[in-house]
């Protein structure tokens, strides 16, 4: 198939993330992909079939030197090759490389918004989110909430494209109900204490029959020793999309839990939610996030107070055990909604 793009592709990290992997995946299908990433622990990246070339810097995202080597290599395959457009992940990546993405079309992805994340919402920040904004052709953004969270001025050029999986063909005829002598929870994602870990440390201390499978990047210490010192804890590493559905398919319930310190966090559109409903799932979450509003209004899982989160005790575990699922039928008309493949035209059109 002869290419009809060229796409530079910058995030900052390896290309290990589970958005990252699809976007590019579908992207490739049409265009020729440059991809520019960055990761200091230089962990495999899942990329390969979809990138034509790459450049992954061992180096972290905090560090002011990535971001010029990002600049030089922007700049080098510019003038060295015919790019089509740019696509930026994350408003703070933008930032540092808008001035070499000058006079091309640039999409700007938004996963974890930098404003929000300031509780910087709307109007708010209006200076900046108008050089950033302003620059982009296009807006990316996971949901509608999100998107009412962006300037009015700037919503017009805003595309919602979800956090999605691509659609799992079969499922389990009977939805999980935890009965047996064991209840399986798993724990996927960025893994910190405020994420779930220290959720799930104090009910495998409530309960005796609780068993944690957790995948994904551990950035603190103290996380790293919550799990590693529990023998009902069992850490994967960084897991590929397939072989994680493949855990989950082994867990009673999928722990979707944030803290609530800014309005990223409470916005949060997770894609474990998504993965639970095509894998029939139920999900535990804390009900100071917006999307507990569309976990209660299916019962697609059981939601938390903040107190019930931070300092568990028996009543929180009997909630758990007693709690009834969805038929099937009712997951499958929901995985049929929320689908990659209903949106993936929607991120070509960004590019086209």
């Not at 930032?95 to 070499?100: D, E, H, K, Q």
């Not at 916005?267 to 993965?275: E, F, I, M, R």
């Not at 569309?294 to 055990?321: F, N, W």
């Not at 929901?334 to 929607?346: A, I, R």
Request: aromatic share 10%; proline share 4%.
């Amino acid at each position: 198939m002869i290419s009809k793009g060229r796409i530079i592709y910058v995030c900052a990290n390896d290309g290990t993330d589970t958005r990252v992997v699809k976007e590019l995946k579908t992207l490739s299908e049409k265009n020729e992909i440059i991809f520019i990433g960055c990761n200091k622990k230089s962990e495999d990246n899942f990329i390969e079939n979809y990138v034509n070339r790459k450049f992954i810097f061992k180096s972290s995202h905090r560090n002011p030197v990535t971001y010029l080597l990002f600049n030089v290599v922007i700049v080098f395959l510019r003038l060295r090759y015919r790019c089509t457009s740019i696509h930026i992940v994350d408003e703070q990546t933008f930032l540092f490389v808008w001035l070499s993405c000058l006079f091309k079309p640039v999409t700007l992805d938004i996963f974890d918004s930098i404003f929000l994340k300031y509780n910087l919402p709307n109007d708010k920040g209006l200076m900046l989110k108008r050089l950033l904004y302003g620059l982009s052709e296009n807006i990316i953004v996971t949901d509608q909430k999100r998107k009412n969270l962006l300037p009015v001025e700037f919503q017009r050029k805003s595309v919602i494209l979800p956090n999605v999986p691509f659609r799992v063909c079969h499922l389990d005829e009977k939805v999980r109900l935890c009965k047996g002598n064991v209840v399986r929870f798993g724990c996927f994602g960025t893994l910190t204490e405020d994420r779930g870990i220290s959720f799930l440390s104090q009910i495998v201390k409530l309960s005796p029959k609780v068993e944690i499978t957790c995948a994904g990047w551990i950035p603190r210490a103290e996380t790293r020793r919550t799990i590693e010192n529990s023998i009902s804890f069992k850490f994967l590493g960084i897991l590929q999309q397939h072989d994680v559905f493949k855990v989950m398919q082994e867990t009673d319930f999928l722990c979707m839990i944030y803290p609530s310190n800014n309005l990223n966090n409470q916005y949060a559109s997770p894609n474990k939610l998504y993965d639970a409903i095509h894998l029939g799932i139920p999900v535990i979450c804390n009900d100071d996030m917006e999307v507990a509003k569309y976990v209660d209004q299916y019962k697609l899982g059981i939601t938390l107070s903040r107190r019930e989160i931070e300092h568990p005790d028996q009543s929180v575990v009997d909630k758990i055990m007693n709690f009834v699922p969805l038929s099937v039928s009712i997951y499958e008309e929901l995985k049929v909604l929320h689908c990659w493949e209903n949106f993936e035209e929607e991120l070509i059109n960004c590019h086209s």
